[in-house]
């Protein structure tokens, strides 16, 4: 079995990307509620903050901050993506080794996640976030996506509304 060396630092902040295995699809965005639904209960039994969060049709990005002496995310992760994979109907291509292990063939096997290291790292891996939509040509401003923690961000006073249209540019690639 293959070994996966994570960092894990309790009480520490992580950005994620997690994908669905069908890159072509929409189903994150189709089952939003779901998924966030999904988020909410496992934040009710292992308390953990999302601090931002953007859902796009095939992949997500994520950043948590975990409870002082708690770095266990990768449960948390696999709790969520198994409570979402239940809530659909069984529907998707199985490979034979998806199969043989009672998995469902929604989502890629794996995770990548990033420490964040301090405050400047935090802000630009929530612009990243935010503008992300817009990145992958689902938006032309960064307002006009509704799976996103934007809109809580300019409630809150941090982003303008107008922040992040299509002349922005944010570096940096999924």
Known sequence: MTSYRRNLVPGG???FTLAIADRQSDLLVRHADTLKQAIHVEKQQHPFSVLALVILPDHLHAIWRLPEGDCDYSNRWRRIKSAFSRALPKDEDLSQSRAQKGERGIWQRRFWEHTL???????????????NPVKHGHAGRVVDWPHSTFHAYVERGVY????????ASIDGDD
């Not at 290291?117 to 935010?130: A, F, G, L, S």
Request: glycine letters at 8%; charged letters at 25%; a negative charge.
């Open 160 to 167: 303008l509304p107008d922040w992040g249209g299509t002349d």
């Open 13 to 15: 902040s992580y950005f």
């Open 117 to 131: 290291r301090d405050e400047h790292d935090m802000q630009v891996h929530c612009d990243y976030i935010h503008f």
